[in-house]
T-cell receptor, first 113, second 111 residues
Framework: DVKVTQSSRYLVKRTGEKVFLECVQDMDHENMFWYRQDPGLGLRLIYFSYDVKMKEKGDIPEGYSVSREKKERFSLILESASTNQTSMYLC????????????FGPGTRLTVL | QKEVEQNSGPLSVPEGAIASLNCTYSDRGSQSFFWYRQYSGKSPELIMFIYSNGDKEDGRFTAQLNKASQYVSLLIRDSQPSDSATYLCAFGSNSGYALNFGKGTSLLVTP
């Protein structure tokens, strides 16, 4: 079974802090994704990566950056956290075949005070 | 804009009934279609995928795809209270790696 893990289940940070969310997958998937999910807005794609050191902006990249130095690890960085970034953050991975199914991690509930 | 439309619900069905969830999409280039189940506070879990027109059955679940009409549906037979969750449809196309997700339909199965 594919396993996608995220570094924290719950996280509380202060406005202006730099925040790192880590995601690791163990199935050698080429593609990794970061989403945020908010009530009424559904899943929104922040960034994705289709290879090591490669990244593409999603629908809402503003205020975020990503890093993928190793195939199994994809990090989401909030450079200066703001209250409107309070959300559920979900990481997912998939094989390289375009349109292939994505497998999700358990999510990180981030609260920015 | 690649839109995915789902009725947000809640859809309420009695235990033992058939629950029918529908999804329409705008991108005619869509090639792969997925249904995810998401319990409150949890992450989405893949339950079905379908690539070809017609029906695909897996246990109590049946996915139906009609590419000409651009809709995909999920039928849940003999609905159980444990099926109460939000169901997300998603599709992928040859134009990118990411999937396009609907906002989900909330299903409530009442005992």
């Amino acid at each position: 079974d594919v396993k996608v893990t995220q570094s924290s289940r719950y996280l509380v940070k202060r406005t202006g802090e730099k925040v790192f969310l880590e995601c690791v997958q163990d199935m050698d998937h080429e593609n990794m994704f970061w989403y945020r999910q908010d009530p009424g807005l559904g899943l929104r794609l922040i960034y994705f990566s289709y290879d090591v050191k490669m990244k593409e902006k999603g629908d809402i990249p503003e205020g975020y950056s990503v890093s993928r130095e190793k195939k199994e690890r994809f990090s989401l960085i909030l450079e200066s956290a703001s209250t409107n970034q309070t959300s559920m953050y979900l990481c997912a991975s998939s094989l390289t075949r375009i349109g292939n199914e994505q497998f999700f991690g358990p999510g990180t509930r981030l609260t920015v005070l | 804009q690649k839109e995915v439309e789902q009725n947000s619900g809640p859809l309420s069905v009695p235990e033992g009934a058939i629950a029918s969830l529908n999804c329409t999409y705008s991108d005619r280039g869509s090639q792969s279609f997925f249904w995810y189940r998401q319990y409150s506070g949890k992450s989405p879990e893949l339950i079905m995928f379908i690539y070809s027109n017609g029906d695909k059955e897996d246990g109590r679940f049946t996915a139906q795809l009609n590419k000409a009409s651009q809709y995909v549906s999920l039928l849940i037979r003999d609905s159980q209270p444990s099926d109460s969750a939000t169901y997300l449809c998603a599709f992928g196309s040859n134009s990118g790696y990411a999937l396009n997700f609907g906002k989900g339909t909330s299903l409530l199965v009442t005992p």
